[in-house]
């Protein structure tokens, strides 16, 4: 039986996504990316040098930092001034190591790249959407240093899924990950190899058919945005 959900998608659909290059002007490279209401800037910033516990090895190094804006919720979030809280510390250190794992860091020499991610609007998926444009600002800031090599071995996706009303969904927003059973984020690159799988049950257990059913939907929807990613991109 076809599920239909309480925005009128099918269980297979994505929000609507879109991307906007360049958003900024003064970043190496940047996109605004809009998922349903979920919207993120991502901007990646070049220095030329690295941590000091990579200095002289030649290497490179890529890492993230994300925040939700104030205005981003129907609550006002405050500014984290005293620096990141847990649950900000724990997405951008995914968002950085999902990075990584498709990045040649010796390619780079001695530079390190900052990606920022600000979540101007949250409607669900706030850090998978974040995945999806640091990976299209990512790769806009290392095409701009002309190396013999790009250091991207190819491109990055994330989406949720998760288990609502007994049956496996694809991007969910605020209203159904409050509600799932299960939720997940799946990040996996273009080869189709899953990077990180972040899966829990809220008071649920599930099964191994519903697990298989979660990362085929998974699949499906990273390969449609890595299609959507290299159009956008020029590839």
Known sequence: MAVTRHDGRMADRL????????????????????????????????????????????????TA????????????????????????????????RSLRAVTKLDLLGERSVTVDCDVIDADGGTRTASIIGATMALHQALTTLDLPQHPMECLLSAISVGIVDDHAVLDLDYIEDSGASVDMNVVMDERGFFVELQGTGEEYSFSPEELQAMLDLAATGNAIIINMQREALGL
Do not use: K
């Not at 990316?33 to 030329?48: D, K």
């Not at 205005?71 to 620096?83: A, H, Q, V």
């Open 65 to 96: 930092e994300y925040s939700m804006l104030p205005g981003s919720s129907g609550e006002r979030i405050r500014r984290e001034r005293r620096g990141a809280g847990g649950r900000t510390m724990e997405i951008q250190r995914l968002i950085g």
């Open 15 to 62: 929000r609507p996504l879109e991307f906007e290059l360049g958003y900024q002007r003064a970043t190496a490279g940047s996109a605004l990316i809009s998922l349903g209401n979920t919207r993120v800037l991502c901007s990646a910033t070049i220095e030329e040098n690295v941590p000091h516990w990579m200095r002289d090895t030649g290497r490179g190094w890529v």
